[in-house]
């Protein structure tokens, strides 16, 4: 099992996040924070990334990483047992436990996610919206807690229950300093991109520069893009590595003539990141660049299974992202930097750090149906003016103005939107 201590593990697993190192399994994959109680003693409050669910354990007597996770499997193991799903245990954990590790990693300030009194204590059992009424999970509640369900505090989100006065509501404002156990991982600035997204074609520049993980999945970069240029997900996308462009513009400038630049451009094919892979399609699709135009079909990939580190790097600098094949938007992403330094964890990120116009408005026509419309709001007289009003519903028009606070404020939750939307 692979244990991630953080000051706060609500924080993350409230929070949408991507890590950097994938759990070994679904059920193996856990936070651990320390947390003191009314009686002055210390406990390890452990939270499953997975399913949301949390058990503690004393941390009296656990002296050593391996006493702690003895302690710890016992702990699950009991859980899963008085939930009768021992042979979930058998099978997707108790095989790994020969691999123990325990990893660190960073966490937002634990004021930040606190919603008053209520959310200071950390002790959780999320099992699904309507716990109050299924009475097999009070019964394991009482289990887990040692106390009865009916001393239970319900808080406002419905989703969690948690003990009543259990734990000290300063606890959580300072990590336990110095313990026996294990010690906490002060907050460190880590690498990560720097990105400039620029909207090819528009009179006025519209563009983006934002920083984010290079391990996060380019069907997430998608998403963010979307979020990020007032798109609304609702038409295919992919991503565009160049490389005949690009090796073209090598040769030309090494004096290669026209002719031996053809010949050497049939063995480049381009790349394709997209949205979902229609293999039937670019069969055909492949037959006819090659029998037709003599060049190589692009090779594809699907936005989900690859992460933005294998196609954007120091190699390959620059990428081009495609939305709505009908309006044909075209932004072009450019590295900026490879090992930006930022404390924002990654559960944070993406992170917009400036930016400049609206971005796109869906069906208007591309390009040129946005310079339409900007002119049409300058003007704001004839027939045009009278169209576009109607349309968008709006009497004036700015495409110049961009918040970036506002796009961070919601960003993480509208990817999942945007995911769950897109996987139907």
């Known amino acids: 099992m692979v244990f991630r201590l953080t000051k706060n593990a609500l924080d993350y697993i409230n929070a949408y996040y991507e890590d950097d ?8 994959d856990w936070f651990v924070d320390i947390i003191d109680s009314l009686d002055g003693k210390k406990y390890f409050l452990l939270t ?3 399913s ?9 007597d656990l002296n050593s990483k391996e006493d702690f996770i003895l302690s710890a499997t016992e702990k699950i193991k009991e859980y899963f047992d008085a939930n009768g799903m021992a042979e979930l245990f058998l099978n997707n954990i108790k095989p790994f436990l020969a691999e123990n590790s325990i990893r660190k990693t960073n966490s937002r300030a634990v004021q930040g996610s606190m919603r008053g009194m209520k959310s200071s204590i950390p002790f959780m059992l999320r099992f699904q919206a309507n716990l109050q009424e299924d009475l097999s999970l009070k019964q394991l509640n009482d289990i887990l807690n040692k106390r009865s369900y009916k001393n239970l505090l319900a808080c406002e989100n419905e989703e969690m229950v948690i003990p009543k006065n259990m734990i000290l509501s300063a606890a959580m404002i300072q990590p336990v300093q110095n313990s026996t156990v294990i010690r906490q991982k002060k907050l460190k600035e880590k690498p990560v991109y720097k990105i400039k997204a620029l909207l090819c074609g528009f009179e006025k520049e519209i563009w983006r520069e934002f920083i984010i993980s290079p391990n996060t999945t380019m069907e997430n970069l998608a998403f963010a893009l979307m979020i ?13 590595i160049r490389r005949r462009d690009r090796k073209e513009k090598e040769l030309r400038k090494k004096g290669f003539s026209k002719e031996s630049i053809k010949n050497m451009l049939e063995f480049v094919s381009d790349i394709k990141i997209k949205s979902y892979i229609d293999e039937e399609m670019d069969r055909a ?7 037709t135009l003599g060049l190589q079909a692009p090779e594809c990939f699907e936005a989900y299974a690859v992460k933005i580190i294998r196609f954007l790097n120091k190699e390959n600098p620059e990428i081009h992202f495609l939305y709505d094949f009908g309006d044909g938007w075209d932004i072009k992403l450019e590295l900026k930097k490879s090992d930006f330094l930022t404390d924002i964890p990654v559960s944070s990120l993406p992170f917009v750090t400036d930016g400049k116009g609206s971005g ?18 300058r003007v704001k007289t004839g027939k045009n003016y009278k169209q576009y009003k109607e349309w968008l519903g709006v009497d004036d028009m700015d495409l110049s103005t961009f918040d970036a606070e506002k796009v961070n404020k919601n960003i993480s939750k509208q990817i999942k939107a945007f995911k769950k939307d897109f996987l139907g």
């Not at 190192?21 to 193996?28: C, D, E, I, L, V």
């Not at 949301?52 to 009296?60: E, G, H, N, Q, R």
């Not at 699709?285 to 029998?291: G, V």
């Open 21 to 28: 190192t994938a759990p070994q399994n679904k059920y193996s």
């Open 48 to 50: 499953n990334a997975y």
């Open 52 to 60: 949301l669910f949390s058990v503690v354990i004393p941390a009296k």
């Open 228 to 240: 990020m240029f007032n798109m609304d997900g609702s038409h295919l996308y992919e991503f565009e």
């Open 285 to 291: 699709d492949a037959d006819f660049m090659l029998e």
């Open 360 to 377: 796109i408005i869906e069906d208007c026509g591309g390009i040129g149906g946005l310079e339409a419309i900007k002119e049409a709001f």
